[in-house]
């Protein structure tokens, strides 16, 4: 479940991003991270994370940094996400037939 959840939340990243051409890439992050990532952290891990998306730079100049434009990444983000869905599908049809144990999540660490 995690491979899943990690290309999960770069999936919804790049999503968020392509819809959404005025979002914050904080606000973008944000939202990826609360439906792939956050159901597996504990409130502490949730929390910090949380904190860190305070820090990420601008959308304007996270697309400067790698080099790109608006235009140049939307094709890019669509091959992207397409190959995360590829992925996807392809790992939950290799374990659909595998019984994992839950996953212990502790909300407070326990002393």
């Known amino acids: 479940h995690r491979l899943v959840a990690a290309i999960s939340f770069v999936k919804i990243l ?3 991003l392509l819809r959404s051409p005025d979002v ?9 991270y609360e439906a792939a990532l956050a159901p597996f952290h504990t409130i502490l891990i949730r929390g910090a994370v949380r904190a860190g998306m305070l820090t990420l730079p ?3 100049h996270f697309l400067s940094a790698i ?3 608006e235009e140049s990444a939307a094709p890019r ?7 995360c869905s590829a992925v996807i599908v392809v790992v939950e049809r290799l374990l659909q ?3 994992f ?3 212990d999540v502790w909300f407070w660490p326990s002393r």
């Not at 983000?77 to 190959?83: G, L, M, N, P, R």
């Open 14 to 16: 790049f999503e968020r």
């Open 24 to 32: 914050l890439l904080r606000e973008a992050a944000s939202e990826a």
């Open 58 to 60: 601008s959308r304007e």
């Open 67 to 69: 080099g790109e434009t």
């Open 77 to 83: 983000c669509e091959d992207v996400i397409a190959s």
């Open 97 to 99: 037939d595998i019984e």
């Open 101 to 103: 144990p839950v996953s």
